[in-house]
């Protein structure tokens, strides 16, 4: 059992069923499944084997995901890395994964070149561009795949224990960590998505996050499961999202927080343009209840919110759960378990906030040579989150914050999450971000940054007061307010807290 083994049924069982849009390309799946073998064969011709690691510094696009489905059919490792990574950080990461391989792009070359003698275990010819440009130095990939044969590959005798990719940690509290998945993990991906999204090999799904994300996986790997159609952006823009899904008819997305609010926002935002959605996945973040509110009633019962980590736990707020239980983040999927514990590891009784843990079918199988952290986060099978929630008396997950966002001020626990949820209240905020900074009286205190509505008219001392009048006790008053033309995020979308941080510790 392997991801690669899906292509090839999809070819022989739904040869003329579309398989993948992105950009010109319209391929079905049996068109799809020649271009993975012509890599899969070009890969191997190269001297990749199995368990080898290859690299991608790559934005959306079609190639990316042929080096996805060319690394599951040879039993090479896919390590999707940020384009956003500098080059020290490039250096660091291409090491620590022992990268073999490297595909990239004419604009982020120039980085690649900066460390290519200090990553000795890559061979020259090992080094391909993506694009129709050439780089001295470097293989074209259309040339490469231009020497390959469209068959099936040789059977490198890849098993579901096997490792199918590295996905580094966004590394919004420090240094990424490998998160490792293997072939295993990742059907049951396929399998406890489709069901948990009621999805079909019928279903079309519409992505234009970035696919290095693993939160790209939450549809991507149902649709490759069920045989179905996956729609892939360059980037988000919310007009071209809107347009797309009402012309493909597209049933399933997965947004951030931050793409919602655009999509809200949007000049051309109807809901008779959307009316072919069947779900709308909230992922990355909270999503917060003034947006989930608005989003609920011009496009009632589509809502789905997923709590989840790389790692590998998820609980899942289903649509038909919403109405029910607004706040809350869900239940784990059939197979998945939960439980709070305590700072001494004791699981506590319902209503009482502590630590999430949990288990599954999608738990990594380690961080990538660092097996001390792996026992610290996997304690006798349970992944310890470092996130605080609660569970209702029904098993519905409640979160509460990041315990690394907590603030305590004067001694007593403040959750940035609660005062973010007043804050984007205000008709003039777009988005806020609540985090602590040193206090000499409190040792901590909260503060807040935001970004505007298009043609809002605020200064931060309004906005400073009012916050304070509505927030609900007096350690939740903020003591300064930072006005920002946008918040610094990661690859994945999330809002960088560590960066606003110190920008306000300067």
């Not at 999509?263 to 009316?275: D, I, T, V, Y």
């Not at 109405?323 to 514990?341: A, D, M, Q, Y």
């Not at 409190?442 to 809002?456: N, Q, R, S």
């Not at 200064?459 to 008053?477: C, P, T, Y």
Request: neutral net charge.
């Amino acid at each position: 059992m392997n991801v690669g083994s899906l292509f090839s049924r999809h070819a022989r069982y739904r040869p003329d069923h579309l398989a993948v849009v992105c950009n010109h390309h319209r391929l079905t799946w049996q068109q799809f499944n020649k271009r993975i073998n012509k890599l899969s064969n070009a890969i191997l011709s190269l001297g990749i084997k199995k368990g080898d690691k290859i690299a991608t510094i790559l934005p959306n696009c079609l190639e990316l995901l042929e080096i996805y489905w060319a690394a599951a059919k040879t039993g090479a490792v896919v390590v999707p890395l940020s384009t956003m990574l500098r080059p020290n950080a490039l250096h660091a990461l291409l090491n620590n994964a022992d990268v073999l391989m490297v595909f990239t792009q004419k604009e982020f070359a120039s980085a690649v070149d900066k460390i290519r003698k200090d990553l000795p275990k890559i061979d020259p010819s090992r080094y391909i561009l993506v694009g129709e440009e050439t780089v001295k130095g470097y293989k074209n990939y259309n040339d490469l795949l231009a020497g390959a044969g469209e068959m099936e590959p040789p059977d490198t005798g890849i098993a579901d224990s096997d490792d199918f990719n590295i996905m580094y940690s966004s590394g919004t509290t420090g240094m990424p960590k490998g998160i490792v998945h293997n072939h295993y993990i990742r059907i049951m991906y396929g399998t406890c998505f489709a069901s948990a999204f009621r999805m079909t090999p019928e279903s079309i799904a519409l992505h234009a996050g970035a696919i290095v994300f693993n939160g790209a996986f939450l549809d991507l790997m149902p649709i490759v499961f069920l045989g179905g159609t996956y729609i892939l952006q360059d980037s988000f823009d919310p007009l071209s999202f809107i347009e797309t899904i009402e012309k493909e008819k597209v049933t399933h997305v997965v947004l951030v927080p931050s793409q919602i609010v655009s999509l809200l926002n949007a000049p051309n935002f109807s809901p008779g343009k959307l009316s072919s959605l069947e779900m709308i996945l909230s992922v990355g973040a909270p999503l917060l209840m003034e947006h989930k509110t608005k989003l609920c009633k011009e496009l009632p019962g589509r809502f789905y919110e997923l709590y989840g980590l790389t790692e590998g736990f998820v609980t899942v707020l289903d649509k038909y759960d919403y109405s029910r239980k607004p706040k809350s983040v869900g239940t784990p999927p059939p197979l998945f378990e939960i439980k709070i514990v305590d700072n001494d590891g004791k699981e506590v009784p319902a209503g009482t906030v502590g630590e999430i843990c949990g288990r599954g079918p999608i738990l990594m199988t380690g961080y990538y040579k660092q097996a001390d952290l792996t026992r610290q986060t996997v304690i006798d099978g349970w992944l310890h989150s470092g996130d605080l929630g609660y569970l209702d008396d029904d098993g519905f997950l409640y979160l509460v914050d990041r315990k690394k966002d907590m603030i305590i001020s004067g001694g007593v626990n403040v959750y940035p999450r609660d005062i973010e949820e007043i804050v984007v209240q205000h008709p003039a905020v777009k988005e806020a971000a609540v985090f602590g900074i040193p206090h000499e009286r409190w040792g901590e205190t909260p503060v807040a940054a935001v970004t505007l509505t298009p043609g809002a008219n605020v200064d931060a001392e309004h906005l400073k007061s009012w916050i304070n009048e509505h927030v609900g006790a007096k350690f939740q008053r903020v003591s300064a307010v930072s006005i920002l033309e946008e918040f610094p995020r990661n690859v994945a979308g999330k809002i960088l807290k560590r960066q606003l941080r110190e920008s306000f510790n300067r």
